[in-house]
């Protein structure tokens, strides 16, 4: 089990959120582009809690030298694998060559992923569409498969979309391609000793464990995020973990208690990091009141704990139905 990279989603805040919540799930960061990396601000980019292990660094970028470079300062910050992105839709990542437009060049991804390969001693691991534009057909993702494997990457994440890059906004990219989980479930079969992950629309237990008889490994992403409750039960139901006490109030403590420790440490404020838990209490009654008093931007000068209790106070909004 994993959740998936998502920008402006999964940075560190979310991350810690999240391993509150499953001790064992692979986590991933946003994708961290190479020139932000090799140019930019490290510390920003790839400093994370120890707790947040098992994590992985998914990178941007069709340079095999500077991704190498890339993958060795995520090395060094102790990251548990790279990851290279292949899979995202939009026009920036299009405008700098890479993201899912890669997939129509299998020999320059070989390339990158032997540079990376090469460069570290932890996984480097591919995340991709099952197709892009009209190229969606079988062979097309099975030989993209078929030659990065040849340079060294044995995980693949296979999003089982194809993505439109002309058309469709990043958005509707996960949504309005058609999902073909059958593409993953071939690729197990004919690359057996490959580990093979699927991700897109999965959301429910039972969604999860259908996926898992075919697979070896399932990734979910905007249900972690909206619904992150859901992740509590993925350790005992799917990692081999024992039930654990736990409850979203003391989640919600434990949130607190690292907003206090981020604002001494860093000057982060507390609502850089509730924006990522706002979906905690989802489905239950009362929810949206709480998220209310959690999303205030006319709270931002109080205390992290005076809004807590502002939050556990609220009434219910009128007629909620969350």
Known sequence: ??????????????????????????????????????????????????????????????????????ARLGQDWGYDEINLNCGCPSERVQRGAFGACLMREPALVADCVKAMVDAVGIPVTVKHRIGVDREDSYAFVRDFVGTVAEAGCTRFIVHARSAWLQGLSPKQNREVP??????????????????????????????????????????????????PW????????????APRELSREAVEEAMVDYMEREAAEH?????????????????????????????????????????????????PVAAEVD
């Open 1 to 70: 089990m994993s959740v998936a990279p998502m920008l402006d989603w999964t940075d560190r805040h979310c991350r810690y959120f999240h391993r509150l919540l499953s001790q064992r799930a692979l986590l991933y960061t946003e994708m961290v582009t190479t020139g932000a990396l090799l140019h930019g601000d490290v510390a920003r980019h790839l400093r994370f809690d120890g707790s947040e292990h098992p994590i992985a660094l998914q990178l941007g970028g069709s340079e095999p030298a500077e991704l190498a470079q890339a």
């Open 230 to 241: 859901s992740l509590a039960g993925w350790d005992a139901a799917f990692l081999g973990g």
């Open 267 to 315: 000057g982060t404020p507390w609502y850089a990091v509730a924006r990522h838990m706002l979906g905690l209490r989802h489905g239950l009654p009362g929810a949206r009141g709480w998220r209310r008093v959690w999303s205030d931007h006319r709270l931002k000068g109080l205390p992290a704990r005076e809004v807590l209790a502002m939050a556990r106070q609220a009434p």
């Open 178 to 227: 058609p999902l073909r989980y059958e593409m993953a479930r071939q690729l197990k079969q004919d690359f057996p000793r490959l580990h093979i992950a699927v991700n897109g629309g999965i959301a429910s237990h039972e969604q999860i464990a259908e996926r898992l008889a075919e697979v070896d490994e399932v990734m979910v992403g905007r249900e972690a995020y909206h619904n």
